[in-house]
């Protein structure tokens, strides 16, 4: 199974979970368990909308450089990586192009370093109104915005 099937699985989990009654039981163990499950809900859906996620071998791929290269360039804070558990990393695909990476997507990870991975996907994929409601992704592959 790829996946993104098991992602589907995982989508129709979490909408079992919140709608079932599971969930006042778990609430009296945890009280943030449906704020937890909607956390994990809008984490998938913020990097499905936007491409999925590469695995460090294909993003070794497309840049054409090894995994280890690609694990170099996470730990120096010039590729995102969202953490996946003890599986490792994946890689959201909206930061590559047909180039490599967005114009200057390092410099402006550098800027967003003190963020964890969340927030900076957030920033790079969230339609912002200071910007005619486009991405600074958008604005990056248009080269109109940089880190200064």
Not at 50 to 61: D, F, M, P, Q, Y
Not at 108 to 116: E, I, K, P, T
Request: aromatic share 6%; with cysteine.
């Amino acid at each position: 199974m790829t996946l993104q099937g098991h992602h589907v699985r995982l989508d129709v989990l979490v909408k079992g979970l919140l709608a079932s009654p599971i969930v006042e039981d778990l609430k009296t163990i945890e009280p943030l368990t449906p704020a937890f499950i909607r956390g994990y809900e809008a984490k998938h859906k913020l990097v499905e909308e936007h491409g999925g996620t590469l695995s460090a071998e294909k993003v070794g791929g497309v840049l054409g450089i090894s995994r280890q290269a690609v694990e170099k360039r996470r730990q120096a804070g010039k590729l995102l990586a969202l953490t996946i558990g003890r599986h490792g990393y994946r890689y959201p695909v909206w930061q590559f192009n047909e180039n490599g990476t967005l114009p200057v997507s390092e410099q402006v990870l550098g800027v967003l370093s003190s963020h964890d991975q969340w927030m900076q996907t957030a920033f790079f994929v969230s339609r912002n109104p200071r910007l005619n409601n486009r991405t600074n992704k958008e604005m990056l592959e248009a080269e109109k915005l940089s880190a200064c």
